[in-house]
């Protein structure tokens, strides 16, 4: 007598292999979705040639910001809108896919140049004579670095963006409160944390009636930019990106395509907030026929263009500063102890630094940030080490531009001992 070792039962409930050409198939789809996941997600995990949604190369891209244009008191409707007014903001933009990183050089609109038929005048003006294509063909020459693409903003459409996406949170520094009947601008802004909708972050970036200026100005975008970078971050943002690429095509002058502001704008939503490193061109106040100007400094335009803008194998160091030349600006922003900056310069007094008188900061600040204002992130580490290694390192612009370094002091100071 014969046995089955298995019943036929159990052959009969094996289930039937999958075809190959499905299998295939599936994992092609599964593939794919992981790409585009990826793309939109984390793109800097893609692989270069893969990168459907964001960049794959190095760019330069320059950014200006025009005030709205005026007719009879007016504004122009964005249709007929005439692309030649001054640049209120003047940005060079360069994005770097292989490190997922951000570098964000400001050009103050005050800085002084040299133009051919119309003398001394500032940058800002290259726009109003000949549009950007003048401006870029002039900030490469100042910078030394070609510029791939320009984008012109017109602040009317940038407001519209800044709706679309629900408004932005800000710390706003100070009590904002400026009326100019004839250009038909009022800015009334409250300090203190808050969320902002178009038309009042317009007037938080464009106020410049304090003791810093246009340079205030800058700084106070620049606090702007990581805030949008963040609400950029915001998967419920990116859903909006169609329509705030509507918006974009009715206010805005570009030579890059619908596809290239896409992958731009991807790109720059993932880049975290560790690789962003936010600059001012470098230089200092001057004045010249009663005008004040931004003078650049030649050689320190080359040292942060070569560590900001150049690949490693290219880049030059920069120079050796002696403790006693190092300027160092204090904000006091911690409410555990109110001596915490007084702390922080006696200390750094010692060490032979030069510090600037200790400034009260409107806001609440938990965590210390050192800023290495002129992007020399030695000199920042450096005094970071001589505060006991408190606080976040930062390439960013927040005190007097005449500081090399800008301590943010936050409430974990308290443990500092005098």
Known sequence: MSFERYPKILYEKRP??????????????????????????????VPGGLRLLSLNKKQNILLLGLDEVMVNGKDINPALLEWKGRSDTIIVLHCDPFKNALNILNIPRDTKIKFPGHGIEKMNYLNAIAGPVLTKKYI????????????????????SIIDELGG????????????????????????????LNGKQIIDYARFRHDSLGDIGR????QALMRQMFKKLLDPVSFTRLPVVISTFKKTILTDMKPYEVIRTANFVRNVPGTRQNILILPGGFGQS??????????????????????DVEKRQPFRKINPGEIKISILNASKKDINSGK??????????????????????????KIYAQNGNQEIASQVKKKIGNFGELVVGNLGPPEAHVTILAGDDLANLKK
């Open 343 to 368: 702390k922080v310069k006696d200390l750094l007094t010692k060490h032979g630094y030069t510090v600037l008188p200790v400034i009260q900061y409107e806001e609440h600040v938990e965590v210390t």
């Open 289 to 310: 026929a009663d005008s004040s100007y931004w003078l650049p400094d030649k050689k320190g335009i080359k040292e942060l263009v070569s560590m900001f803008f150049y």
């Open 16 to 45: 039937h292999k999958l075809p190959f050409w499905l299998v295939l198939t599936l994992f092609i789809l599964g593939l794919f979705f992981v790409i585009v996941t990826l793309n939109i997600y984390t793109p800097s995990l």
């Open 218 to 221: 800058i700084q106070r975008q």
């Open 140 to 159: 490469e020459k100042l910078v030394n670095v070609p510029i791939d693409h320009y984008v012109v903003v017109n602040l009317h459409g940038l407001s």
């Open 168 to 195: 932005v949170v800000v710390d706003v520094p100070q009590r904002m409160q400026y009326s100019d009947y004839a250009g038909m601008v009022t800015i009334n802004l409250f300090p203190g944390r808050q969320l």
